[in-house]
C-alpha cells in the first residue's frame, strides 16, 4: 500500500489532498516570501490520527512539515520540497476553563481569539494576544514561542504553557497536562517542546495558564521626535505598576498605514517616533498615566482613550503595520530584540545597513515598529528578491554586533538558519543538534528549520 492510500484510510479521503489547487494555500507562509511543494497534505482530527500519521511517514522515511493556521513569517511551517503538511486545523477541541486553576486546555487547532473569548466568559484572560488572533493557532504559538502585544506584563508563550502533549517521531505520544503549579519529577517537557518550531514533534494539545483581567484600560498615543526619546521616556513609563503594552513605530510607518487604511493620521503634524501605551489595573489608570505624560517634556503630541471603540481606533494604528507593509510588496520580515541600551545606535544605523547592501539604484527601504518595552523590533525590508539575503545579511550581522537576538518571537525557520549561529554559540547549537537526533533520529520533523540543511 502507498503512503498516500494508507493515510486514507487514517483520516479519511477527503483529508488527504493532493490536488495542487487545493494544496496551494498550505505551501505558501503569510509573507508570500517562502513556498515550495507539498507531496500531500494530510488533515487529522484527533492525537490518534496525528500519532498514526507521523507513524506512517516515519517509516516510509518521508519527512513531515507539521502547520497551524499558517500565519508564520519565517518560512517555519511551509514545505521545501516533497514533505508531508501535516495540518493541525481540525484539532479544535475546547475543555471546558478550569477556573478552580485558572488554566485551559486546547486542541492544536484552535485559534487564539477562541481561547481569549473563552478565558473572558469564565471571567479570566489569556496572557498572549497577537494582531492575528483570528488565525494564529494554540499550536503553532507554542511551537513558535509567540510573544505579541503583552509581553511586557504576561510575558511570551512559554510562560502560559504549563502542560502539552505531542507525538515524537516514532508516534509516541507524550502528555504532560496536570496543570500542576509544582511537579520537580524531572526533565521539562513541555518547556523542552515550546520554540522547538515542529522540530523535536508535533504538538497536538496544550494546557494554558489563564489571568486575572484588569477591570479598566487607557491607552495613549503619543508622538515624539526621536526613539531616543521614546527610550528616556521608558524608564519612567516602567514606574507604573499598571503598564500593559509598549510599541513603538516611525513616520515611514505611519504614512505607509494611512494611505493602506485610509485613515487620517493621529495628529496635524508628523513626528519621528510613535509610542502606543496601554496600562491596565483593577483602578482605573487613566490618570497616573495622564499625570506622567503631563510632565514628560519628550511628549509633543498625545491623544488619549478610555472606551473599547477609541482604543481599538488607536491600537489600529499599530496593528495595521503588518498588511499595510505587506500590500507594498513581499517583505524581508527580521524580527529582532536588542539591549534597551543598544536600541537608539540600531535605530540610527539599520536604514543606512541596508540601503549599503543593495545595488545602486535599487529601491529598497527599511520599515520598522515593535514592542519597545521589551526592546523587540521588527525589521521589514522592502525591495529586493525574495531569495537577495544581502539586506537579512547586513541587518542581522548588526543586531549581533550589538549584543541582540536575530530572532524576538517568530522564530528561527528556514529565513534565518543560515545565521543561527551568530547568536548561538557552537557549544548550544551542538547541544541542540543532540537533543534533536535523539528525539528525530531520522531528521524527518521539519527539515530545515532552525538548522540550515546546507
Not at 479544535?92 to 487564539?112: C, F, N, W, Y
Not at 484572560?125 to 483570528?134: E, K, Q
Not at 515542529?198 to 489571568?211: E, M
Not at 537577495?388 to 529565513?415: C, F, K, M, N, T
Request: charge should be negative; proline fraction near 5%; hydrophobic fraction near 45%.
Amino acid at each position: 500500500m502507498s503512503l498516500e492510500s494508507h493515510l486514507r484510510t487514517l483520516v479519511g479521503d477527503s483529508h488527504v489532498i493532493t490536488d495542487s489547487d487545493l494544496k496551494a494555500s498550505y505551501e505558501t507562509d503569510w509573507t508570500r516570501r517562502f513556498s515550495g511543494n507539498a507531496r500531500l497534505v494530510v488533515r487529522p482530527a484527533r492525537t490518534a490520527e496525528v500519532a498514526a500519521v507521523v507513524k506512517a511517514c516515519t517509516s516510509e522515511g518521508v519527512p513531515i512539515v507539521p502547520q497551524g493556521g499558517n500565519t508564520g513569517l519565517v518560512g517555519g511551517s511551509v514545505p521545501r520540497g516533497g514533505e508531508v503538511v501535516l495540518s493541525l486545523r481540525r484539532l479544535v477541541e475546547l475543555s471546558p476553563v478550569d477556573t478552580m486553576a485558572a488554566q485551559v486546555t486546547a486542541a492544536a487547532g484552535v485559534s487564539i481569539a477562541t481561547v481569549q473569548e473563552a478565558a473572558r466568559e469564565a471571567g479570566l484572560m489569556y496572557g498572549v494576544d497577537l494582531a492575528s488572533r483570528d488565525s494564529a493557532t494554540v499550536g503553532g504559538t507554542v511551537a513558535t514561542n509567540a510573544g505579541g502585544l503583552r509581553v511586557l506584563r504576561y510575558g511570551a508563550t512559554r510562560a502560559q504553557v504549563v502542560g502539552v502533549e505531542a507525538v515524537f517521531a516514532n508516534g509516541d505520544v507524550v502528555q504532560r497536562m496536570t496543570g500542576l503549579t509544582k511537579d520537580n519529577t524531572g526533565y521539562d517537557l513541555a518547556g523542552l517542546l515550546t520554540g522547538s518550531e515542529g522540530t523535536l514533534a508535533v504538538i497536538t494539545r496544550a494546557r494554558l495558564k489563564l489571568w486575572n483581567p484588569p477591570v479598566a484600560r487607557a491607552t495613549a498615543l503619543l508622538g515624539l521626535d526621536s526613539i531616543a526619546d521614546a527610550i528616556s521616556l521608558l524608564e519612567r513609563l516602567r514606574t507604573l505598576s499598571s503598564l500593559d503594552a509598549l510599541e513603538a513605530f516611525f513616520d515611514d510607518g505611519m504614512q505607509l498605514v494611512c494611505d493602506h487604511t485610509g485613515m487620517s493620521p493621529p495628529f496635524p503634524g508628523s513626528f519621528g517616533c510613535y509610542l502606543l501605551v496601554e496600562c491596565a489595573g483593577r483602578n482605573d489608570p487613566t490618570e497616573e498615566l495622564a499625570t506622567l505624560l503631563d510632565d514628560s517634556p519628550e511628549v509633543r503630541a498625545a491623544a488619549f482613550a478610555r472606551q473599547r471603540p477609541e482604543r481599538e481606533a488607536l491600537w489600529r494604528y499599530r496593528e495595521a503595520h503588518t498588511e499595510s507593509i505587506s500590500a507594498a510588496g513581499v517583505p524581508h520580515k527580521l524580527d529582532v530584540t536588542l539591549p534597551l541600551a543598544r536600541m537608539v545606535e540600531f535605530e540610527a544605523s539599520v536604514r543606512g545597513a541596508v540601503a549599503a547592501a543593495a545595488s545602486p539604484g535599487d529601491d529598497v527601504r527599511a520599515i520598522l515598529f515593535g514592542h519597545l518595552g521589551d526592546g523587540n523590533l521588527h525589521v521589514n525590508v522592502l525591495g529586493p528578491a525574495d531569495d537577495d539575503e544581502r539586506a537579512d545579511d547586513a541587518v542581522l550581522r548588526l543586531v549581533a554586533s550589538l549584543g541582540g537576538s536575530i530572532s524576538a518571537e517568530h522564530g528561527i525557520g528556514v529565513a534565518k538558519a543560515p545565521w543561527l549561529h551568530l547568536t548561538r554559540s557552537p557549544a548550544d547549537i551542538a547541544a541542540m543538534l543532540a537533543i534533536k537526533a535523539a528525539l528525530d533520529p531520522q531528521g524527518i520533523m521539519n527539515p530545515g528549520a532552525i538548522f540550515s540543511l546546507t
